[in-house]
T-cell receptor, first 113, second 112 residues
Framework: DTEVTQTPKHLVMGMTNKKSLKCEQHMGHRAMYWYKQKAKKPPELMFVYSYEKLSINESVPSRFSPECPNSSLLNLHLHALQPEDSALYLCASSQGEGFNEQFFGPGTRLTVL | GIQVEQSPPDLILQEGANSTLRCNFSDSVNNLQWFHQNPWGQLINLFYIPSGTKQNGRLSATTVATERYSLLYISSSQTTDSGVYFC??????????????FGTGTLLAVQP
């Protein structure tokens, strides 16, 4: 099973709201990732968790707060977002330990009003 | 960090035609992947190919790591092949980084 699931599929939020995106994988992967993709652009890496520890933060604003409660789950907490944060947010996972083929979830399409 | 370039940026084909998409990268790679992004945004894994040649049905890919390029071949194209094709690479100096860098993509439209 090479499936990564993400919820919700769509999210509309105001600039004062707090919301969370969720990602789950059951492939036993030990690395998980958040990417952001604007329209007509490639995905851009935001965060990497390796063995449940944050290993890479690509200078993402603090209004995005990642969390990895366990090896299967990855959350992205959103607070005080701006309209320019509207994008497709993609989660991915990989086995880790040098086996780095990444598998992506279907994404959450976020609109900030 | 590693840089990834794709060509062509856009491609229009008639159904049944063949095509070749190219990906150039600036450094040695630990990971090179080809993806197809469907209209709903899902990134579908096509190939994990840091070196060598692989085939899967009508698709095949070749990576020549020493010359820093990869090619994706689509044969007998179908309308369902339409979408954006991304090449993504991880590598550069220092070995594995877990940082997958995407090219700007090739937008493919297959017309019936």
């Amino acid at each position: 099973d090479t499936e990564v699931t993400q919820t919700p599929k769509h999210l509309v939020m105001g600039m004062t709201n707090k919301k969370s995106l969720k990602c789950e994988q059951h492939m036993g992967h030990r690395a998980m990732y958040w990417y952001k993709q604007k329209a007509k652009k490639p995905p851009e890496l935001m965060f990497v968790y390796s063995y449940e520890k944050l290993s890479i933060n690509e200078s993402v604003p603090s209004r995005f707060s990642p969390e990895c409660p366990n090896s299967s789950l990855l959350n992205l907490h959103l607070h005080a977002l701006q309209p320019e944060d509207s994008a497709l947010y993609l989660c991915a996972s990989s086995q880790g330990e040098g086996f780095n083929e990444q598998f992506f979830g279907p994404g959450t399409r976020l609109t900030v009003l | 960090g590693i840089q990834v370039e794709q060509s062509p940026p856009d491609l229009i084909l008639q159904e049944g035609a063949n095509s070749t998409l190219r990906c150039n990268f600036s450094d040695s790679v630990n990971n090179l992947q080809w993806f197809h992004q469907n209209p709903w945004g899902q990134l579908i894994n096509l190939f994990y190919i840091p070196s060598g040649t692989k085939q899967n049905g009508r698709l095949s890919a070749t990576t020549v790591a020493t010359e820093r390029y990869s090619l994706l071949y689509i044969s007998s194209s179908q309308t369902t092949d339409s979408g954006v094709y991304f090449c993504a690479a991880e590598g550069g100096y220092g070995g594995a980084t877990n940082k997958l860098i995407f090219g700007t993509g090739t937008l493919l439209a297959v017309q019936p």
